[in-house]
């Protein structure tokens, strides 16, 4: 059993940057590929970025590439998404999720494991 807790949240000026991160307790994430989801009011939830456990190839959503990077730190058993030229769209309680799903992490039915979310708004 993992269990995932996201943080890092908050509110932020458009253009800024924010970094949120995903930890990991009860077991490490060694095996589970990771992925940050977002989901804004009205809307349904969305993949942002995915890491694939075993060769840290890294994959975004075309919305976010080249401003959100996600990355990992084994040693703290923790996934960080770092954001930056934020946008009001990018509001959204933003998810992280883990399962182990190889390169499948565009896939949201597949994961095993998520955490509560945490909120990210972005004011202009």
């Known amino acids: 059993q993992v269990h995932v807790v996201e943080s890092g949240g908050g509110l932020v000026q458009t253009g800024g940057s924010l970094r949120l991160s995903c930890r990991a307790s009860g077991r490490t994430f060694s095996g589970y590929s990771t992925g940050w989801f977002r989901q804004a009011p009205g809307k349904e939830r969305e993949f942002v970025a995915g890491?694939?456990?075993?060769?840290?190839?890294?994959y975004y959503a075309d919305s976010v590439k080249g401003r959100f990077t996600i990355s990992r730190d084994n040693a703290k058993n923790t996934v960080y998404l770092q954001m930056n030229s934020l946008k009001s769209e990018d509001t959204a309680v933003y998810y992280c999720?883990?399962?182990?799903?190889?390169?499948?992490?565009?896939?949201?039915?597949?994961?095993?494991?998520w955490g509560q979310g945490t909120q990210v708004t972005v004011s202009s």
């Open positions: 890491i694939k456990w075993s060769s840290g190839i890294t």
């Open positions: 999720a883990a399962g182990f799903i190889g390169d499948q992490v565009r896939s949201q039915s597949l994961y095993d494991y």
